[in-house]
């Protein structure tokens, strides 16, 4: 028997031990490895529309508006200019995410604006996972500029 020591035993604990020690190991190394890795549950349609509401607030302060942005700091007077204009229209246009689905690393979903007369136009946006937040991206805040407010995109 190839673990049987000079005392008998005395060899098996040691490889049980070993053994037990490595998959210990194993599983510390692992699980550090499944969390860096680990992405955001995916958002539902009122958690992106107040996301959102949060990045077109020109009150709130910078930072927070920057952390919900793919762009962060750089994406921030997109969003002035987005706010901006929409401020302008007062009560003549709302807006709501609908319909997001996981994609992925991202999470796909659409901007419904409507305005009085003219119905309501959705939009295709999408928020990436940077840092193990979902961001609305750069190409949606474009979307968003160019489409429904009809201002510049600085990202």
């Not at 998959?23 to 692992?30: E, I, T």
């Not at 958690?47 to 927070?64: C, F, H, N």
């Not at 942005?69 to 807006?95: E, H, K």
């Not at 979903?109 to 003219?118: K, R």
């Given at each position: 028997?190839?673990?049987?020591?000079?005392?008998?035993?005395?060899?098996f604990m040691?490889?049980?031990?070993?053994?037990?020690?490595?998959?210990?190991?194993?599983?510390?190394?692992?699980?550090?490895?499944?969390?860096?890795?680990?992405?955001?549950?995916?958002?539902?349609?009122g958690?992106?529309t107040?996301d959102?509401?949060?990045v077109?607030?020109?009150?709130?302060?910078?930072?927070?508006?920057?952390?919900?942005?793919a762009?962060?700091?750089?994406?921030v007077?997109?969003?002035?200019?987005?706010a901006n204009?929409?401020?302008?229209?007062?009560?003549?246009?709302?807006w709501?995410v609908?319909?997001?689905?996981?994609n992925?690393d991202?999470?796909?979903?659409?901007?419904a604006?409507?305005?009085?007369?003219?119905?309501?136009?959705?939009?295709?946006i999408?928020w990436?996972?940077?840092?193990?937040?979902?961001?609305l991206?750069?190409p949606?805040a474009?979307?968003i500029?160019?489409?429904?407010?009809?201002v510049?995109?600085?990202?």
């Amino acid at each position: 028997m190839p673990w049987v020591g000079p005392n008998g035993e005395e060899w098996f604990m040691r490889a049980a031990m070993a053994g037990a020690t490595m998959s210990v190991m194993a599983v510390g190394v692992l699980g550090g490895v499944g969390a860096a890795w680990a992405q955001p549950a995916a958002p539902n349609a009122g958690e992106l529309t107040a996301d959102l509401r949060q990045v077109l607030d020109t009150g709130a302060p910078s930072d927070a508006r920057a952390a919900k942005l793919a762009g962060g700091q750089a994406a921030v007077p997109t969003a002035d200019n987005i706010a901006n204009r929409l401020n302008t229209y007062g009560g003549m246009v709302s807006w709501e995410v609908q319909n997001p689905v996981l994609n992925g690393d991202r999470v796909d979903a659409q901007l419904a604006v409507s305005i009085p007369i003219f119905g309501t136009k959705t939009h295709n946006i999408y928020w990436v996972d940077q840092d193990g937040q979902w961001k609305l991206s750069n190409p949606s805040a474009c979307v968003i500029a160019h489409d429904v407010a009809g201002v510049d995109c600085t990202v």
